[in-house]
């Protein structure tokens, strides 16, 4: 008798148990990640160095719309010491696995600095970004090594 209250009750708690670890990942993740549930507004800083250049930080803000378009951006940035007020705009895709990319032209006063490509992953229910410079190139077409990295948090 307590054999089968025993093997009754562990299959009562196995059943439990992976129902609630099926359950689990699909609350944990939260909602899909897209352009829609990325658009708003954004706060950034991006610290690295340009190799041969020297260290490069910035501090701003920008905005994502619902179609893939970042606009309204922002910061300012010193790169080896040289302060900078940019501007930037571009575009950004959003995977469903939350990686994504953004291609951004940066401005400093009208003139263009860089074309940037970053790599880009979204946590936290889509309320931060992180990323890395993939690519930066001058005006000129002169390639940049990069090693810098972006953290951003939803407003």
């Not at 609630?20 to 954004?42: D, F, I, L, R």
């Not at 895709?93 to 401005?107: A, R, S």
Request: neutral net charge.
């Amino acid at each position: 008798m307590k054999t089968k209250i025993a093997r009754t009750w562990m299959a009562s708690l196995f059943a439990v148990v992976l129902t609630v670890g099926m359950a689990a990942p699909a609350h944990a993740w939260g909602p899909p990640c897209s352009t829609a549930s990325a658009a708003g507004n954004w706060s950034l800083t991006d610290q690295g160095t340009v190799l041969g250049i020297g260290p490069r930080t910035a501090v701003g803000i920008f905005t994502l719309d619902e179609n893939g378009t970042l606009v309204n951006g922002v910061a300012t940035s010193s790169l080896n010491g040289t302060i900078a007020k940019e501007t930037y705009s571009g575009t950004y895709t959003v995977n469903p696995d939350c990686t994504g990319t953004i291609n951004v032209k940066i401005y400093s006063d009208g003139t263009e600095l860089f074309a940037v490509t970053l790599f880009t992953a979204f946590d936290e229910e889509v309320r931060h970004l992180r990323g890395i410079f993939t690519s930066v190139v001058t005006p000129s077409g002169t390639k940049l090594s990069t090693v810098i990295n972006l953290d951003a948090r939803k407003q």
